[in-house]
Antibody, heavy 119, light 108 residues
Framework: VQLVQSGTEVKRPGSSVKVSCKAS????????YHWVRQTPGQGLEWLGR????????NYAQSLQDRVTITADKSSNTVYMQLNSLRFEDTTIYYCARGPLGADNWLDPWGPGTLVTVSS | EIVMTQSPGTLSVSPGERATLSCRASRGVSSDLAWYQQKPGQAPRLLIY???TRATGIPPRFSGTGSGTEFTLTISSLQSEDFAVYFC??????????FGPGTKVEIK
């Protein structure tokens, strides 16, 4: 099982970024796909998840107005789009896989994508 | 939102010694707790889920105990590759999933 993420992004404040995560090695619909970011100040922050079998999403309330998680099931790829970027959105964004159902431990994680917001 | 805290912030341990890390939840999370290990420049790796079940490929020197609000990760005999940061995460009451701030295990 492997999660491969897209590369480093540099964006202007107020713009949007879309990060991809391609899953391989297992049945895509048998799992859920999460996005987590890691900052020195906030630590690990869960952003949301996508459930391929139902096309459902769940988001952290703190970011739900700015984050959208989608997927292209034909290519086993999940996307995280963050809008209205702020300087404080500069950090590493990870995708991670979780089991179907109520349990939400995360395994494995992708390698991370660095997003830098700079003017 | 359930707030997770971890102690200590940093733990200095000699190779071969036991390390005991603590995680506390602001409200009960039953056994819906996971532990992760993160090394510099790498993504977190799942060690334990369900408070006490080792993930695939995790050596038996890692063990997790606890339920409700108090949890412990024990590394029975520290190996050189175990020096890292360890996070706990609850998945009982969500969204959001929440993580502790981490415990850094460093060489004494």
């Amino acid at each position: 099982v492997q999660l491969v993420q897209s590369g480093t992004e540099v964006k202007r404040p107020g713009s949007s970024v879309k990060v991809s995560c391609k899953a391989s090695g297992d049945i895509f619909d048998d799992y859920t796909y999460h996005w987590v970011r890691q900052t020195p100040g906030q630590g690990l922050e869960w952003l949301g998840r996508f459930i391929p079998i139902t096309d459902a999403t769940n988001y952290a309330q703190s970011l739900q107005d700015r984050v959208t998680i989608t997927a292209d099931k034909s290519s086993n790829t999940v996307y995280m789009q963050l809008n209205s970027l702020r300087f404080e959105d500069t950090t590493i964004y990870y995708c991670a896989r979780g089991p179907l159902g109520a349990d939400n431990w995360l395994d494995p994680w992708g390698p991370g994508t660095l997003v830098t917001v700079s003017s | 939102e359930i707030v997770m805290t971890q102690s200590p912030g940093t733990l200095s341990v000699s190779p071969g010694e036991r390390a005991t890390l603590s995680c506390r939840a602001s409200r009960g999370v039953s056994s819906d707790l996971a532990w992760y290990q993160q090394k510099p420049g790498q993504a977190p790796r799942l060690l334990i889920y369900g408070a006490s079940t080792r993930a695939t490929g995790i050596p038996p020197r890692f063990s997790g105990t606890g339920s409700g609000t108090e949890f412990t990760l024990t590394i029975s005999s520290l190996q050189s590759e175990d020096f890292a940061v360890y996070f706990c995460q609850q998945y009982h009451n969500w969204p959001p999933l929440t993580f502790g701030p981490g415990t850094k295990v460093e060489i004494k």
